[in-house]
Nanobody, 124 residues
Framework: QLQLVESGGGLVQPGGSLRLSCTAS????????IGWFRQAPGKEREGVSC????????VYEDSVKGRFTISRDNTKNTIYLQMNSLKPEDTAVYYC?????????????????WGKGTLVTVSS
C-alpha cells in the first residue's frame, strides 16, 4: 500500500520552531518531487514549499521564505520541513504530497499521493 505519513506537528509558541517529516511506505520517493501544503481553518489549501526529486531545486511560498527550509533524505525515504520563527498565521494542518516528476510544478498541481496531515498550532 502506497502511503505518505506526516509527523512532527504540535503546539509551539510564536517565534518557535518545528520540524515536520514526511515518510513514504510502499514506494520510493527517489523519482518524486515532494510538496508541503497547508490548510488553515476556514481557508483553502495552499502550497507552501516543494523540492525536486534530486533535492537540487526548491521553491517556497512568499510568506515562508527565509523561515522554512525543505530538504530530503532519499536514503530514509523522508522529506523534512524545518519551520523557524513560527507565527500564529502558520497555524494549519500540514500535508505532504508526491508528484511523479523531476521538478516542482510552480502552481503546485499534479500531485499523485497525499498524506493525512499533521496539525501545527502556533499560539502563546
Amino acid at each position: 500500500q502506497l502511503q505518505l505519513v506526516e509527523s512532527g506537528g504540535g503546539l509551539v509558541q510564536p517565534g518557535g520552531s518545528l520540524r515536520l517529516s514526511c515518510t513514504a511506505s510502499g514506494f520510493t520517493l527517489d523519482y518524486y518531487a515532494i510538496g508541503w501544503f497547508r490548510q488553515a481553518p476556514g481557508k483553502e489549501r495552499e502550497g507552501v514549499s516543494c523540492i525536486s526529486s534530486s533535492g537540487g531545486s526548491t521553491v517556497y511560498e512568499d510568506s515562508v521564505k527565509g523561515r522554512f527550509t525543505i530538504s530530503r533524505d532519499n536514503t530514509k525515504n523522508t522529506i523534512y520541513l524545518q519551520m523557524n520563527s513560527l507565527k500564529p498565521e502558520d497555524t494549519a494542518v500540514y500535508y505532504c504530497a508526491a508528484d511523479f516528476t523531476i521538478y516542482c510544478d510552480p502552481y503546485y498541481n499534479g500531485f499523485d499521493y497525499w498524506g493525512k496531515g499533521t496539525l501545527v498550532t502556533v499560539s502563546s
